[in-house]
């Protein structure tokens, strides 16, 4: 599968990082569980890391998270609303059987 990331948020500066998504394993995996809003929340100062919490459209938890890791300069913290659009339901990996 294959999403557009759209983000607004509080940070400056930049980054790079590597993600593990939790809660699309199995029988849940499925683009409508990854598809919508994402509150992201991270800490760095050279090294850090960040979470990022899965959202529906009525605002409930889908049950889908990421949690990642990497290094970054500028602003320690940030926070961002962030949506994932889908824009290709092929799998990739080894999300989908």
């Known amino acids: 599968m294959t999403f557009k990331k759209w983000c607004g948020g509080l940070a400056v500066g930049f980054s790079a990082s590597a993600f593990n998504v939790f809660g ?5 995996c499925d683009p409508k569980n990854y598809e919508g809003w994402f509150l992201e ?8 890391g960040s979470v990022d919490i899965g959202f529906d459209n009525s605002c409930k938890r889908t049950g889908v998270s990421e949690f990642g890791g990497g290094c970054g300069v500028g602003s320690p ?9 889908l824009v290709s339901n092929i799998p990739i990996g080894k999300c989908c059987p």
């Open 24 to 28: 699309m394993d199995g029988s849940k």
């Open 41 to 48: 929340l991270g800490y760095g100062d050279g090294a850090g």
């Open 77 to 85: 913290g940030k926070i961002s609303l962030c949506y994932y659009q």
